[in-house]
């Protein structure tokens, strides 16, 4: 029987393609990263995912599990041919069970839909990715996402209470349990996630959720250098102030931002520092006047969003700035190469200082932007894609970067995932610990059908 | 040569020992667990351990990583022979770095010891283990340990930012690195907590540091029984306040405390719940008042500590509760045995009522305290220790209330390790996700030379 036919037979004749045009619609996610699979699978349950790793393992077909295509590094894309397993359709939210501060849902639920969800209830679920409206849960927990609120809030490693996995030779395990805490065994549960659909497929997944903070307040700062900006950070953290969110914007994201809507009114500075706190009412007015006390020596002008409305005008354009930067030129495209990398907090300072002289380097303007708070660093990167020569400098820059963060002893990606588009630099920075990946890979997939071709495994 | 003086040739002479009035002193922890290593080996570094690692791989010898002994399921109890390896004397902080959020730790480091370097930096530690004066921070990492903080603050898992940890076949790696969150391939570090020195020897560790809050609250809220202080616990979690501890005390334990330190003069009541909030000065008041409204219609009576003094006497009673439950009666000991149970929260007023039916069952009194927030309940069970019959009794309570744990979706081990005291319940608990244990942990130490007998695989 031709594999198609076995497919068709699992999920139904209408959920398999092999036609190219829509082959092609799955050939890509946000990255540079291209790969067209043979099949599109779009499975509805976890018995017809564990019934298609079955026949893969088979057959040794690779497999590519895909959310909603909004990765940065090449992590949905299938690099081998084989089947590109497209979960979105399993959106489902199973369950909303705050008695016991937890959440079920399958993996294509959108992100934005469980808070949708949650909010009600007065509770909300804290990794806060910008591709909210898009990416899916299981994209999230794939490549241990987090966002904004991380600072505070952890990455979503932190709400991860089971997984249902479907394991490559099609065994249905679950990684952990109904509780909020065990000491029963490997933690399976952070194993799955991080690792990017190379060791299980997830079906299902309980997340831990949160109380909504009574207040919140917004604080922006700014500062007449990003190394000033840097500093005051530190400063606030070692202050014993942990906030909510801690967001730099550097001068061309404001202007950014303020160009793509003048509603925002940033004030025009050279870095401006986003620190939100939330808590009880009075307790977010008192360390809202703590970060103030102490970003005061260094910062040009500090002001405090006067309401809810401000806040959320300021949050909604700080989530676009990835899109709003195509606005700065019109030749000009983002391109999403070198824009993850995560320092040591204190190593801020100088890692602004090194990105600007690598920007003068490779005459390549880059933008700065990202969660400081956690040492996670946004480099947005315009050229004009049909200059070949730009493209070199983008590659080389980008390459600069990666390597003077892991220098730094920062990581190549602290949220979007490695993918194959990071994969050569996994070396240089797990060095043997990558020994280890591979012998669990090759453990739990002998096949090597799951995913291949990412993480540098 | 004699494996002793291939020992000796690494560590030095006085550093092994083969005595066996010395290896009876390590022959148990503080559980039931017995087994006698052929030698003690105190290693005093990295390279020490990985020399001692390659020889013990190469001729199939045992290896069991010990820290101060205090745990409660043997797991550094050797059941093959072979080696213990005696990390306590590993017991330096290496570095305090509070700019970067961090401390680089020795695996033989007291816990309480890190508080004490941290405290005056304003920062702390925040998991919070009963044994915090003795417990060592590798044996608390091995066993995912957490304590009475883990409900605001969760467990250690959410501290640790990279391991220096020996492979089976003696290569060092760091499973992460200095910053605060990576996606970069899979969660070596998660792994490695809570294995319980199956899949490594840790020799180093990196932990995140919190800023110490800047005000603490402690309200006493007293119940007429243990179901209707279950709810009021789910009622304030679910309305919004994760406090930064919340305990439950039973009445034998509060008649067990008042005997022990007449000072602290709990309220003669059926059950105590301590509910500790923490942040700012103005927004602890506002939270224990929040705690305290929705407590009222459940609680018989709610004070709130007076002061620093009045918290700290609570606090240090609360943590000699199990040592002080051997004052109940001259003739009975406490025995460690289905101690650490944990279930949804939701479960919480269910299990406490199986509890009372086990108890009538098996004849044999069951005190139960612990970290009834994130839903982890300490039993305490007492029995004449030379009466067979009543050890009789106590085990089959103790498998009772591990059966019931999993049955109500909860778990054997909350906080203190499966080590062989609890590996009989792991499949039942883990089901399939055991064999995947099995094959992670096959083929990281092929030779299973790494604490065998323990998790069950």
């Keep these: 029987m031709e594999l198609i036919t076995e497919l068709q037979e699992i999920v139904g004749t209408n959920r398999v393609t092999a036609e190219p045009s829509e082959l092609y619609c799955y050939s890509s996610d946000a990255s540079q990263v291209r790969g067209t699979p043979d099949y599109v699978v779009r499975p509805k349950n976890t018995e017809q995912v564990s019934r298609i790793l079955k026949l893969a393992n088979k057959y040794g077909i690779a497999v590519t599990p895909r959310g909603a295509g909004t990765g940065l590094a090449g992590g949905a894309v299938a690099l081998s041919g084989g089947v590109v397993l497209d979960l979105s359709g399993m959106n489902r939210i199973l369950e909303v069970d705050i008695g016991n501060l937890q959440v079920a849902v399958e993996p294509g639920v959108v992100h934005a839909k469980l808070n949708e969800a949650l909010n009600p209830h007065g509770f909300f679920f804290p990794p806060d990715p910008g591709s909210s409206a898009m990416c899916t849960l299981g994209g999230l927990i794939a490549n241990r996402g987090s966002g904004m609120r991380s600072v505070k809030y952890g990455t979503i490693k932190n709400y991860v209470l089971d997984l249902e996995v479907v394991m490559a030779e099609g065994t249905v395990i679950n990684t952990g349990s109904r509780t909020l805490k065990s000491s029963a065994g490997y933690d399976l549960n952070a194993l799955m996630v991080g690792s990017e659909g190379t060791l299980g497929i997830i079906t299902k997944a309980l997340l831990k959720i949160h109380p909504l903070p009574k207040s919140r307040s917004l604080l922006l700062a700014s500062f007449e250098g990003a190394e000033m900006a840097g500093k005051a950070v530190v400063r606030v953290l070692a202050g014993g102030i942990i906030p909510s969110a801690c967001e730099i914007l550097d001068r061309t994201t404001i202007e950014v931002l303020n160009a793509y809507d003048p509603n925002v009114a940033l004030p025009d500075s050279d870095t401006i520092i986003l620190f939100e706190v939330d808590g009880t009412k009075s307790g977010v007015q008192e360390e809202a006047e703590m970060v103030k006390s102490i970003c005061k020596p260094f910062a040009s002008s500090i002001s405090i969003a006067a309401d809810e409305q401000e806040r959320n005008e300021i949050w909604t354009a700080r989530r676009l700035v990835g899109a709003a930067i195509s606005r700065l030129d019109p030749k000009m495209t983002r391109v999403y190469v070198g824009e993850d990398i995560g320092v040591p907090i204190k190593e801020i300072p100088n890692m602004l200082k090194r990105l600007r002289l690598i920007s003068q380097k490779f005459d390549t303007q880059i933008m700065t932007y990202g969660h400081i708070g956690d040492g996670n660093l946004h480099t947005g990167m315009c050229i004009d894609v049909l200059d070949e020569k730009q493209w070199e400098l983008l590659n080389r820059a980008a390459d600069e970067i990666h390597r003077t963060a892991i220098m730094l002893g920062g990581t190549v990606s602290a949220e979007h ?40 495994i």
Aim: aromatic share 2%.
């Design 417 to 456: 995932g490695i993918g194959s588009a990071r994969a050569e630099y996994m070396r240089l920075e797990r060095g043997p610990a990558l020994n280890v990946m591979a012998a669990i890979k090759h453990a739990l997939d002998p096949k090597g059908i799951l995913n291949p071709g990412k993480l540098g």
